[in-house]
């Protein structure tokens, strides 16, 4: 059966700087097995292309049609709901050339949306502009809901923080489109071309990568070499398919990729042919 990845990076292919080892190895046991794969972020500073260049200095040599950024998530939901639209933005450069290549203004007036997100450079002013936005009518965005994010210095806060204020302000609920959204999950699946049944999503959160991929229909695999651990599993009301310590073991030997396939459900899939919905119906 075909199949094909969704991966988490920090955490599962490194840690901070540091690449996990073997993680090298078993991004080109992909590649060398023609499996596609694609890799979903939630930190939505870097353009696809940034994220590539990293990726590649690290030594997995991957092109950006590879990388899946919350950023671009964001930018392509929004083109779909309202084409040329505006936004007034608090982030980095990733959401900003997002927005642009979708057709979105950046203005400081009278935007149809507020979009969050992370920043490093975040004011007060910023917020009170957004909060009088939002009253006067903009829609709140949110490019993901993470309260933090971990950098080499320790955790400083994540968008999740930034809108968190906002809507305490307004009384505004944001929607959020990064992980675990089915919206960004729908998204990086339809890139690769695949079914439901034939995806299966790598992550070492809960909270974010397994959720995500078990609302979705997905296979899920849950890494230990990053945010969640084995105990924290029993906590949660749904589980991950398949738990491993380190994607490096399965880089290590090629062979047994076929281990983190969990058995697929084709029930899970929608009939994409018409003819075949319409005599289903």
């Not at 009384?171 to 299966?200: D, H, N, Q, Y």
């Not at 296979?219 to 105990?231: A, D, H, P, Y």
């Amino acid at each position: 059966m075909k199949k094909g990845f969704l991966i988490d990076m920090d955490g599962v292919i490194y840690r901070g700087s540091e690449l996990v080892p073997g993680a090298d190895k078993f991004i080109k046991a992909l590649v060398d097995n023609d499996l596609p794969f694609m890799f979903l972020t939630n930190n939505s500073q870097r353009t696809r292309r940034d994220v590539a260049t990293k990726l590649w200095r690290m030594g997995i040599p991957v092109q950006e049609r590879h990388i899946f950024t919350c950023a671009v998530a964001t930018a392509r939901f929004l083109a779909q709901q309202k084409p040329d639209g505006t936004a007034y933005v608090i982030g980095e450069g990733g959401l900003l050339n997002a927005l642009h290549l979708n057709g979105y203004s950046i203005v400081d007036h009278s935007p149809d949306y507020v979009v969050i997100g992370e920043g490093r450079t975040v004011t007060l002013e910023m917020l009170e502009v957004a909060v009088q936005m939002i009253f006067d009518g903009a829609k709140l965005i949110a490019t993901n809901l993470d309260p933090n994010c971990p950098t080499k210095d320790g955790t400083r806060p994540g968008c999740g923080a930034t809108v968190a204020y906002l809507e305490t302000a307004t009384g505004r609920r944001a929607l959020g489109i990064g992980k675990p959204s089915p919206i960004m999950m729908r998204m990086a699946r339809k890139e690769l071309g695949l079914a439901t049944s034939e995806t299966i999503m790598i992550g070492d959160t809960m909270e974010t990568d397994i959720l995500g991929g078990v609302q979705m229909g997905y296979r899920t695999v849950l890494v230990l070499s990053g945010g969640s651990k084995r105990s924290d599993i029993d906590r949660y009301a749904y589980r991950p398919d398949v738990v491993i310590e380190s994607i490096g073991e399965y880089g290590r030997s090629p062979q047994r990729l076929e281990e983190l396939v969990p058995t697929m459900n084709r029930a899970d899939d929608s009939t994409h042919d018409l003819d075949q919905w319409r005599k289903a119906n």
